[in-house]
């Protein structure tokens, strides 16, 4: 099966058939795709738990739409935020392999606390704000979008106002 029928069937038929209101399955995809999109691989799912119940958001789509990002996708993801936020900043963007080797080094520096601090504080400065940054603006771009697609194309759901649920 080719990759936009696999979309249809693991992303568009299941918003097609979730249960609730369509503001409120909008909310979940595009909460559960801003969490995704934030430097958070491991806590998301508990984010989009605590983030669903205020925001009225429809929890199983949110939960699926933060799975985007797992331990798969986490490496091109994180650089992704880091290289958009240092763009952004205006700070040299360091190449793939030379990000790797900063973490490397920090990480090789853990016996000695001292090392350990300044590690952390270069990565921070120069990793880890353009990284956040970069997500920030990437989750933002894309999650406002997707609140309008998904509640454009929902179909499960009773509209409010007398609207229709068909696009």
Not at 40 to 52: D, K, S, W
Request: with cysteine; proline share 7%.
């Amino acid at each position: 099966m080719s990759w936009i029928g696999q979309i249809k069937i693991r992303v568009i038929d299941p918003i097609w058939r979730a249960q609730g209101s369509p503001e409120s399955v909008a909310r979940g995809g595009a909460m559960g795709l801003w969490v995704a999109l934030t430097p958070t691989v491991g806590i998301q799912t508990m984010i989009v738990l605590l983030l669903a119940v205020p925001m009225r958001a429809n929890m199983p789509i949110a939960m699926a739409m933060c799975w985007i990002t797992n331990p798969v996708t986490l490496i091109p993801f994180y650089f992704a935020f880091y290289w958009i936020g240092a763009v952004v900043l205006g700070q040299q963007v360091a190449g793939f392999s030379e990000v790797g080797l900063k973490i490397g080094d920090v990480i090789s520096g853990i016996p000695d606390r001292h090392s350990l601090v300044d590690g952390l504080l270069v990565l921070g400065n120069e990793i880890l704000w353009p990284m956040i940054l970069g997500s920030l603006l990437l989750a933002t771009a894309a999650a406002v979008p997707t609140y309008f697609a998904i509640r454009r194309m929902y179909r499960g759901g009773v509209a409010k106002d007398g609207e229709g649920t068909s696009p």
